[in-house]
């Protein structure tokens, strides 16, 4: 066995924070702005998520938006769309942020690409547009941190789930989800939190009682399994 955990890719699956590392392979979320004149300039050393968060959703020109998310997603540098999804406590109402959502659904599927959700309060939502569009791409619920309960359930309706810097809290909710869950669904992520990918790692595989580079190759691996259709 080899002890070199830097061979390893690291996959961070949604990130805000700009930086990066040679052997981290971190997935920086791309908001699509309200307005045509905001610039998104994409480089070529990161890879990205793209996508209408909830809380930005131009009520009226939201058909801008998606035509603007239509184009990135046509980058092969966007591995993903979102992050999308229903916000209940901010946003605009009910029926245009599932309307969105959906239509973002549509355009991953279009272009064989992953989901990843935002969903504030809003689970049995998820889970019934989930049961109706029946997306053929994988959907990740990103920073889950409720109670293990509702998250095995979630698994058990085929979405994967992303865990994040509340993992470095004693006792967290997702710690426990992490020892009961099918670890075959299973990412890290930093999210907005200042947490260093590599500590989220540490602790999920103290945790786990797992070495750090099976969860590693782990993570990887689900990574991987993405892809494949
Ligand atoms: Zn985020």
Not at 28 to 40: A, C, K, L
Not at 53 to 60: F, L
Not at 105 to 120: G, S
Not at 145 to 173: H, M, N, T, V, W
Request: charged residues 30%.
């Amino acid at each position: 066995m080899s002890n070199s955990e830097s061979e390893n890719m690291i996959i961070d699956i949604h990130s805000h924070q700009r930086d990066h590392a040679a052997n981290i392979k971190k997935h920086f979320n791309i908001i699509i702005p309200q307005e045509e004149t905001e610039d998104i300039e994409l480089d070529a050393a990161t890879v990205y998520s793209a996508g209408i968060h909830p809380w930005y959703i131009a009520e009226t020109g939201f058909k801008d938006q998606l035509g603007w998310l239509r184009q990135l997603a046509k980058d092969d540098r966007v591995r993903m769309i979102g992050e999308c999804g229903i916000d209940k406590l901010k946003g605009p109402s009910l029926g245009i942020q599932e309307e969105v959502f959906i239509r973002q659904i549509r355009i991953a599927e279009e272009f064989r690409k992953p989901v990843i959700v935002h969903c504030v309060r809003a689970f049995n939502e998820m889970i019934s547009i989930k049961k109706v569009v029946r997306p053929k791409v994988p959907v990740i619920i990103h920073g889950y941190q409720k109670k293990p309960e509702l998250g095995l359930q979630l698994i058990e309706k085929g979405f994967y789930l992303s865990l994040g810097a509340d993992l470095l809290r004693d006792e967290s909710q997702a710690g426990q989800l992490l020892k009961q869950m099918d670890l075959s669904k299973l990412f890290l992520e930093t999210d907005d939190s200042e947490a260093d990918i590599v500590s989220i790692y540490r602790k999920a595989s103290e945790i786990l009682a797992m070495p750090l580079h099976e969860l590693e190759e782990l993570i990887y691996e689900n990574y991987l399994g993405l892809y494949i259709e």
